[in-house]
């Protein structure tokens, strides 16, 4: 992961960056924060999905498995390339501290269509160049996933079971046609796609310089209304309409008597068997062009998945269904020897499961708002802790530390400040203390925690369908004091930040 060494970083997607046009982007905003990174002698900069979303917004229910989120793209970068003009963004301003999406998409998407055809015209040798080789390295996805983009408009966002049934079952002569059709279309979103990948590279190469590696997050499953499941439905359980039969979901549990049902399509394992994963090979060396670790969501699915009749509205009914973890990573370390990766292990873990994650030698997770509820053998206490693990003070489903204080019991305040040995004066930096003080390899904390929020600050809340993923912090909040007490906090428990030789 990380070496022998001890490390430390902040989790922060670049949607919930500062910045003038609604959302958080790939701009100035997002190269400052690099900077504070390494002001503060952090390593890590954690993220979530890169891909572009759909319903909901949700960075893990995305349009691919492959391709970039456009909305990231920086408009004021493109200008500073030509493919806008300074007038295109003129008093276009937003207030901070939300993403405004229902304004971003229309926006940027008409921001986006004028750059793709300014740069069809009038783009340098160069650009052009990079754009063929672009569209060439990586038209395994991305002919798939224009294509998918561009039938998904011109029927009005409707899911592809719903499209004319030559164009769902992907019928040669019906394909050709429509890339004919709509070859403008096709342009616009390979040149998305185009700009999303140069400015996102150039983004982290710059943090690798600076010393700081990104942590990227490569969900288990993909949506059903994807690219990936309209031209790989051979790889998915899905029936002669291509309806799914079962999909993914966990059983019931302490938290939900009738579990989750999560929707996504479950993998046809014998499929991917046949051609040694060749799918997810690709994926993976795609997700490892853009980040130098992944965290793996939903580890246990690679041992075991729960399966729920397709036709359900709750889990109850699902069973668990073998997955063939095992060989699908000796395949995927043939080509990624190593595999920089974080098992996210959190939940009920059966002894399989942790059987796989340490013939892998991979960290699993530790979250300390979930330490202090069942006595000193809680396995999320620092005094617990193997050395090979991240440790977080909380994630991006989880309250904020100080919006999960505020709601604990007294009994379990109680029980928190005496773990603690100190008053409640300041909680998230407590935790973030008690975090960064572990025997664990990495710890990460929360922006939100770093600045001490509350719940109105909380990224997602599981099982809500809407209004989640749009905090952003506001500009300014990354002060020298917060950068300073936080340098000195990683200096002094011997987690300073990587030289760039040893990146």
């Known amino acids: 992961m990380m070496g022998n060494r001890r490390a430390s970083g902040i989790l922060l997607h670049p949607t919930s960056l500062p910045g003038p ?11 400052r924060f690099i900077d504070f990174l390494a002001g503060s002698q952090q390593s890590i900069w954690q993220i979530l999905p890169l891909g572009p979303t759909g319903y909901g917004h949700s960075p893990y229910s995305a349009l691919s498995a492959f391709a970039g989120n456009p909305l990231l793209i920086s408009l004021e970068r493109l200008v500073e390339e030509g493919d806008l003009e300074p007038d295109d963004l003129a008093g276009v301003t937003l207030d901070e501290g939300r993403a405004h999406f229902g304004f971003v998409d229309p926006f940027k998407t008409r921001m986006l269509k004028k750059g793709a055809r300014h740069f069809r015209d009038n783009a340098t040798e160069r650009r052009k160049t990079d754009f063929e080789n672009f569209c060439g390295q990586q038209a395994p996805w991305l002919e798939d996933f224009v294509l ?24 040669p002569d019906a394909m050709e046609r429509t890339r004919h059709e709509l070859a403008e279309v096709l342009h616009y979103h390979r040149y998305t796609q185009f700009v999303f990948s140069e400015q996102w590279l150039a983004l982290r190469n ?21 690219a990936d499941v309209w031209a790989h439905p051979d790889l998915f359980h899905l029936d002669e309409q291509m309806q799914p039969t079962v999909v993914a979901g966990v059983p019931p549990d302490y938290f939900s008597a009738t579990g989750q049902r999560w929707g996504n399509p479950l993998y046809r394992w014998e499929a991917h068997l046949r051609d040694d994963f060749a799918w997810w090979r ?8 853009q980040c130098d670790m992944l965290r793996i969501d939903h580890f246990r699915g ?16 699902g069973q668990w269904w073998d997955s063939p973890g095992e060989a699908l990573f000796a395949a995927l370390q043939r080509t990624q020897p190593g595999l920089p990766l974080v098992a996210e ?12 994650r340490d013939e892998l030698d991979l960290p699993g997770m530790k979250i300390l708002q979930f330490a202090f509820d069942s006595g000193p053998e809680n396995p999320y206490l620092p005094h617990n802790l193997p050395n090979h693990c991240v440790i977080y003070t909380g994630t991006h489903d989880n309250d904020t530390t100080l919006g999960w204080w505020k709601g604990l019991e007294d009994n379990m305040r109680k029980e928190v400040l005496a773990y603690l040995g100190q008053s409640a004066a300041d909680i998230p930096w407590a935790l973030i203390h008690l975090a960064w003080a572990s025997v664990a390899q990495l710890a990460i904390c929360p922006l939100q925690d770093l600045l001490s929020l509350g719940s109105e600050a909380r990224m997602n809340h599981p099982g809500r369908p809407d209004a989640n993923w749009n905090w952003r912090y506001p500009p300014g909040a990354l002060n020298t004091d917060v950068q300073q007490r936080l340098g000195d906090m990683t200096r002094r428990f011997g987690r300073a930040r990587l030289e760039t030789k040893d990146l």
């Open 345 to 356: 292990d959190l939940g009920i873990i059966t002894p399989e499961v942790e059987r796989l």
């Open 302 to 317: 690679f041992v075991a998945c729960w399966a729920i009749p397709a036709g359900d509205k709750t889990a109850v009914n």
């Open 206 to 226: 710059y943090a690798n310089r600076r010393g700081v590696r990104i942590l990227g997050d490569l969900p288990i499953f993909v949506a059903l209304d994807s």
């Open 282 to 289: 690709t994926r993976l060396d795609r997700n490892l062009q």
């Open 21 to 31: 046009h609604g959302i958080g982007d790939l701009g100035n905003e997002a190269w």
């Open 148 to 171: 998918f983009c561009a039938l998904r408009r011109k029927f009005d966002n409707q899911p592809w079971q719903r499209w004319p049934k030559a164009l769902r079952q992907r019928h």
